[in-house]
């Protein structure tokens, strides 16, 4: 398997404008988590799914952000409109009943 | 108090020698641990998972869990430059379904 795929690798944007980061999860794992990274924050879960199904949201920093799963093997996370503070590398990880998570490679966003 | 507590480091160690890199945690109702490793610009990878007391070896790393004393710890033996990176700490809690709680990290330089 590939692993976890996300895109765009690097994004940069200016203040105001939306941003839209993808992710495909290892084909057959049920749950995929969105995080975000920073230095000052370190790693934070923002949301979660089960089987395309949002679990908890209660990550999501406001409603500037929102997440889809539309199938099993593809999810967005949205930022709009987007702010120099959202800056930070977002990482989405995937599991299956082994509760390991696994990791895509993350996007690295610069808002201006 | 935190739910998962690191040093945050910088922790330095010769090469050869052994990193010990501790975590302590505080919900006694976690049930399964992990240490991620993260390179600096990369993403969390796993290296170790332990579920029971005791020690779990895997080639150099060795991963220690004693659930009386709430604390996991990891164990590199013949630290090498290459296991320069974070370590991170991740547990999983009764009733969290597949959702972790990272540590903030430790970060671990191995100075030839």
């Known amino acids: 398997d590939a692993g976890v795929i996300q895109s765009p690798r690097h994004e940069v944007t200016e203040m105001g404008q939306e941003v839209t980061l993808r992710c495909k999860p290892i084909s057959g794992h049920d749950y995929l988590f969105w995080y975000r990274q920073t230095m000052m924050r370190g790693l934070e879960l923002l949301i979660y799914f089960n089987n395309n199904v949002p679990i908890d949201d209660s990550g999501m920093p406001e409603d500037r952000f929102s997440a889809k799963m539309p199938n099993a093997s593809f999810s967005t996370l949205k930022i709009q409109p987007s702010e120099p503070r959202d800056s930070a590398v977002y990482f989405c990880?995937?599991?299956?009943?082994?509760?390991?998570?696994?990791f895509g490679a993350g996007t690295r966003l610069s808002v201006l | 108090q935190k739910e998962v507590e690191q040093n945050s480091g910088p922790l330095s160690v010769p090469e050869g020698a052994i990193a010990s890199l501790n975590c302590t945690y505080s919900?006694?109702?976690?049930?399964?641990f992990f240490w991620y490793r993260q390179y600096s610009g990369k993403s969390p990878e796993l290296i170790m998972s332990i579920y029971s007391n005791g020690d779990k070896e895997d080639g150099r790393f060795t991963a220690q869990l004693n659930k009386a004393s709430q604390y996991v710890s990891l164990l590199i033996r013949d630290s090498q430059p290459s296991d320069s990176a974070t370590y991170l700490c991740a547990l999983l809690k009764i009733g969290s379904a597949r959702q972790l709680t990272f540590g903030s990290g430790t970060q671990l330089t191995v100075l030839p």
């Open positions: 919900d006694r109702g976690s049930q399964s």
């Open positions: 990880a995937s599991s299956s009943d082994t509760n390991i998570q696994y």
